[in-house]
């Protein structure tokens, strides 16, 4: 009876609809996993990752006759003194034959090698020539890859913007074009020393330029030269360093604090001859330290003769007036190498065809012509005090160089001399901005 039972009731359960399916239907696959992208390390190609893969250089007909320049340029790049450009560009003219139409993966790999030579080429461009000291960070050049393909990314005209870019600059461009124009293919140490340093300078905008190796300031306006004049800079034993900074201020009725090489060898010898007379006649006076908050000491607190050991131990300081080294102004500007630009007492020594006779700092030929053309006036001092700062409306970058080529008049290149002896040595550029004087400039 109870066998009976039992078959009764399996058999109305099969019977019921859906029992009998659910017992024969299969259980469904889990879900798949969703696909995880991992990020690149590859920063050329992190930028892909990170914009969706959006193209660059092969978006259209017009961007992708511009990788056609950017290989004719770095064909041409040897006399950049880039030794890997000529085959950056094979593989340049490689990637863009294998974007099929049709074939995604081979396109953004093409897109993806064409990013890496441009990457490659810019970052050699931007690389800032040793011994060029920053006085702040935003002058810097923009060299990682991002920012690199960023700016390349929104150019409205990518062929125009490859020729811009590549160009650096107007000096940079002259300097090149000159070699190439004299059958020049490939940089020598002499010509990459120069195109290095020239390439570090602005490529438009309002600046001002020191060129030590030809003693000469000259002021841009729209990255067009507008005004020239003579300068006195440091010899071949206080070279003049290599800066970019920006001049905020002028400084009129300045102190002129002297360096401890020339107390040593000027300042304590006239004082052990001629006393404290010799102080008050020329218009020195002693200070206590190195700080701000430095008083004035008699000058008979200091053993004069002892500093021809070390002329650091004392601070020696001139007064405003007729006979200030620096004469009426000094102009200067962050760098932390104790360099500015000044006046002078001295205008003969502008009539030299050598003019590297300084101890470093830059010596200014017309300083009012100068103050006229930063702050678009004439300097007036409304007080005798010492040591007015004069603001500028607004910041104007300065760089000092050293470039010992130039385009001549027959386009084709010219050198002027060596003075300081850097070309072909790097060295010599990062040992001259080597500073340890306590001081804050010599003229």
Known sequence: MNKLLLSTTVLALLAVPGVADARKKPKAAPAAAPVVRVAPTDPVELYYFQHGEAPIWLRNDATRSAVGQLSSVLRRSSIDGFAAG??????????????????????????VRISKAWV??????????????????????????????????????????????????????????????????????????????????????????????????????NGQA???????????????????????????????????????????????????????RNGYEVMSNWTNDATVVPAGDVKWAALAKDPGLVRVRQRPGPLNSLAGMKVPFPSGQDIFLHDTLDKAKFLKTDRHLSNGCVRLEDAQRFYRWLHGNSPAPTTKEADVLVKLPQGVPIYLTYLTQEQGADGRLASRGDPYGWDGRPDRQLAAATYTSPTRGAP
């Open 226 to 280: 507008v005004d020239r004049m003579k300068v006195i800079v440091g010899t071949g034993e206080t070279q003049t360093p290599m800066i970019a900074s920006i001049i905020h201020y002028a400084v009129l009725n300045p102190y002129w604090e002297v360096p401890p090489s020339l107390t040593k060898k000027i300042i304590a010898p006239g004082v052990l001859k001629g006393g404290d007379a010799y102080l008050k």
């Open 120 to 221: 490659a080429y810019m970052q050699y461009l931007r690389t800032p020539p040793k011994g060029l000291v920053y006085g702040y960070e935003l002058l810097k050049p923009q060299s990682r890859p991002d920012q690199i393909l960023l700016t390349t990314a929104a150019s409205p005209d990518l062929r125009a913007a490859i020729i811009r870019l590549s160009d650096v600059n107007p000096v940079y461009r002259s300097l090149r074009d000159a070699a190439l124009a004299s059958g020049v293919t490939s940089a020598d140490p002499q010509l990459l020393s120069n195109l290095e340093r020239a390439r570090a300078l602005p490529a438009g905008g309002r600046f001002a330029l020191v060129d030590a190796g030809n003693a000469t300031l000259t002021m841009y306006e």
């Open 86 to 111: 000529p085959a950056l560009a094979a593989d340049v003219d490689a990637a863009l034959a294998s974007a099929a139409p049709g074939n995604a993966e081979a396109t953004r790999q093409a897109e």
